[in-house]
């Protein structure tokens, strides 16, 4: 079992940044990618950033150049989502995710992120 936690949610105005954490914990060495996905009303949860153990990268096309996924070194399993130029289209719930070898799926509580116009 792996336990994903989530911090750094809140409101901001357009153009403003936010930064997201995610602290995986549990039995971490089987991670393969963690990444955070959003879900705002009445849409389905999507994909917004990935990162692989040996820290490939993935974004939405939607978020490219205005966000950033990262982590402290190869090993680690804290992953962030710098969030920069804000729009209120980014407004959703966002969630941690990771996924490991053994085709196991782990998801954050969620961390709301609002962006006012």
């Known amino acids: 079992q792996v336990q994903l936690v989530e911090s750094g949610g809140g409101s901001v105005q357009a153009g403003g940044s936010l930064r997201l954490s995610c602290a995986a914990s549990?039995?971490?060495?089987?991670?393969?990618?963690m990444g955070w996905y959003r879900q705002a009303p009445g849409k389905e949860r999507e994909s917004v950033a990935t990162?692989?153990?040996?820290?490939?990268?993935?974004y939405a096309d939607s978020v490219k150049g205005r966000f950033t996924i990262s982590k402290d070194n190869a090993v680690s399993t804290v992953v962030y989502l710098q969030m920069n130029s804000l729009k209120p289209e980014d407004t959703a719930v966002y969630y941690c995710h990771t996924s490991t070898w053994s085709l196991s799926n782990y998801w954050g509580q969620g961390t709301q992120v609002t962006v006012s116009s």
């Open positions: 549990g039995i971490i060495f089987n991670i393969n990618v």
């Open positions: 990162i692989t153990r040996g820290g490939s990268t993935n």
